[in-house]
């Protein structure tokens, strides 16, 4: 039972997704426990995969008894386990948090297939995750991407709508470049496994060095888009600020890292390491890295409303996350995975905030959230920690993150890509700080006249992903673990 752990974790949430509409006809009070629990049981599956991969080490999963090059094959290893544990936990407490606050932002009649499509898109992420197959890969990533513009356009909003459309028509060009990707590996390979297609590129790029080429261009490109890396990202500051809060979490928290984990496999699993001495694509990933850090904090320091400084702080982010894929060192790689976590917990919570401030007061804009602090402290607590972690503040997890990069780069003698993030973390400082300054110490003239009560349910959450913030800010060893496992490839 345990070896089909993998595929029945992707199967229950599959499963839930369809069952949830159902319920909403005849047992509309179920559809919310059923969504919760299925999340709760894939956390616990991808914790009880996490030992047994520790016991046994990485395994495959043959789908239907069909081993490859016929059938489809899944892939167990750190890596894998590693982001279904973070992609489980973040977006089990976005939903729990989602199930007050999206009676307050999308009308109750499309809640059941807001549930369905977030399930949808867990399903489809950890099915990314662990597929070892190029074309079931592209099968998960279309699913993603439908699944993402469902709940960005969920909400009763013209911007939302318009948001949508923007993000559909932008993720199917990224499709496109992933499917003529794969088309081309697997016209001069013969074979869509990801093992396979490894074994055969070596021989292939004397053979047809172009093709392979284009192809690892396409990927770069493609995934490039829908992980919104610089300056291919124009779709997120509209997306994320407009969509549903539990939303613009998820969106930026999980969805567009899983892509930058594809790309992750595909380049140092699968193409083959003499290609990186033909072309030097670390070299334009890094390039672009520098250019989204930079170019995202410039844009969030200029802007007024609050979830768009989020989305566009996200940009940067994600650069982060690329520098430590084109440094490609030991401890810089380590960084770079290790934000995907990091970041996870902080943007979540961040944007989770947020909705909290919109929820209570209907306030969006950033200068009239003086004197906030004092109406809503335990918000603006986990805003201001999440704040400082983004920043870099030791003692948050946003600090480890940081601080690894900069040592690959150093181990690498680049000592160009440190100033880099030590520029980049004042540039985060100077349109953090106000905010948390003015909050706690601003007196705001008009005071809200109109302020809701924050439901617990919304606000345990968000002081959970606090507390991690800290947690792995002081004590980051369980994660660090993990992370240098998953970059043994």
Same mark, same amino acid.
């Given at each position: 039972m ?7 974790? =992707? ?10 509409p ?17 999340l ?12 047994l ?6 395994? =495959? ?6 081993p ?37 932002e ?5 809640? &059941? ?8 898109l867990?399903? &489809? ?6 597929t ?5 890969l !592209?099968?998960?990533?279309?699913i ?22 923007k993000?559909?028509?932008? &993720?199917?060009l ?45 990927f770069?490109?493609?995934f490039?888009?829908? &992980?919104?890396? !610089?300056?291919?990202?124009v ?32 380049l ?13 694509i ?32 996200s ?72 704040? !400082? ?37 004042l ?17 705001k ?13 919304m ?5 959970i992903?606090?507390?991690?913030v ?20």
């Amino acid at each position: 039972m345990s070896l089909h752990l993998p595929v029945l974790i =992707v199967v229950l949430l599959l499963a839930a997704s369809y069952t949830v509409p159902l319920l909403d006809r005849y047992r509309r009070g179920l559809t919310l426990p059923v969504t919760i629990l299925s999340l709760i049981t894939a956390f616990i599956s991808s914790l009880y995969l996490l030992y047994l991969i520790g016991v046994q080490g990485p395994f =495959v999963y043959h789908l239907g008894g069909w081993p490859p090059p016929w059938g489809i094959e899944l892939y167990i290893d750190y890596l894998a386990v590693y982001m279904l544990i973070v992609i489980s936990s973040i977006g089990l407490l976005v939903i729990i948090y989602g199930a007050k606050d999206l009676l307050h932002e999308i009308n109750e009649e499309v809640l &059941s297939w807001y549930y369905t499509l977030y399930l949808l898109l867990m399903a &489809s992420m950890i099915g990314i995750a662990l597929t070892n197959d190029l074309f079931n890969l !592209f099968v998960f990533v279309e699913i993603s991407a439908i699944a993402s513009c469902g709940i960005i356009s969920a909400k009763a909003d013209r911007r939302c709508i318009e948001a949508s459309i923007k993000y559909l028509i932008l &993720s199917a060009l990224g499709s496109g470049c992933i499917l003529l990707a794969v088309a081309m590996i697997y016209m001069i390979t013969g074979n869509l496994n990801f093992d396979y297609v490894a074994a055969a590129l070596p021989e292939a790029l004397k053979l047809y060095p172009y093709n392979i080429v284009i192809a690892l261009g396409l990927f770069v490109v493609g995934f490039g888009v829908k &992980s919104a890396l !610089f300056p291919l990202h124009v779709w997120l500051p509209d997306a994320h600020s407009s969509a549903p809060s539990p939303s613009s979490a998820v969106l930026s928290g999980l969805v567009i890292k899983i892509y930058a984990v594809a790309l992750v496999k595909l380049l140092f699993r699968v193409f083959p390491p003499q290609i990186f001495e033909a072309i030097p694509i670390l070299d334009v990933i890094l390039f672009l890295s520098v250019f989204a850090v930079m170019a995202g904090s410039i844009f969030a320091m200029v802007q007024d409303d609050l979830k768009r400084m989020l989305a566009y702080s996200s940009i940067a982010q994600i650069g982060y996350i690329f520098m430590g894929i084109g440094l490609f060192g030991g401890r810089a790689l380590t960084g770079g995975l290790l934000h995907i976590f990091n970041h996870a917990m902080m943007k979540s919570m961040l944007f989770l905030a947020a909705g909290l401030i919109i929820y209570a007061t209907g306030i969006r804009n950033l200068k009239d959230l003086k004197g906030i602090g004092v109406r809503m402290p335990w918000t603006m607590g986990a805003f201001a920690v999440g704040a !400082f972690s983004m920043v870099g503040i030791p003692g948050t997890s946003g600090f480890i993150s940081k601080w690894f990069l900069a040592l690959g780069a150093l181990d690498l003698n680049r000592p160009f890509y440190v100033a880099i993030i030590l520029l980049s973390s004042l540039l985060n400082g100077i349109y953090y700080f106000p905010i948390i300054i003015d909050a706690f110490f601003g007196t705001k003239v008009d005071p809200v006249s109109e302020f809701r009560d924050v439901p617990a349910l919304m606000l345990i959450p968000v002081l959970i992903l606090a507390a991690g913030v800290i947690f792995f800010g002081f004590y980051p060893k369980p994660l660090l673990d993990l992370v240098n496992k998953a970059i043994s490839f």
